[in-house]
């Protein structure tokens, strides 16, 4: 069954936080990096509601889902990801989105 999510509260973020590095001031050139918020804002929205990649939503707190998708699988390599996972959960479990 899908869930509903509208992106992490500053608190739930908070947990989020010490697992990325600090991003730069400014790229030399191309567009600006989506911060890394959005881009879990993103992959939670996906995975909660079950949505396509293609049914992303656009605005504020989102990144785009090819950003996304490319820090998807850069973090799968690095093994962020895994460091990612139980803090997930937590927060799925917290909301009772996890049976």
Known sequence: MAGRFEG????????FEDI???PR?????????YSFR?????LLYIL???CGW???????????????HRWLKRWQLEGTLEALQP???????DKRLIN
């Open 8 to 15: 992490l509260s500053n608190l739930e973020w908070s947990l």
């Open 20 to 22: 990325f590095p600090k």
């Open 25 to 33: 001031e400014k790229r030399e050139r191309g567009m600006p990096h």
């Open 38 to 42: 959005y881009v879990i804002n993103t």
């Open 48 to 50: 909660i509601t079950g």
């Open 54 to 68: 293609c049914d992303v939503p656009k605005g504020e707190i989102w990144a785009s889902k090819r950003s996304t």
């Open 87 to 93: 803090r997930i959960l937590g927060i799925g479990q």
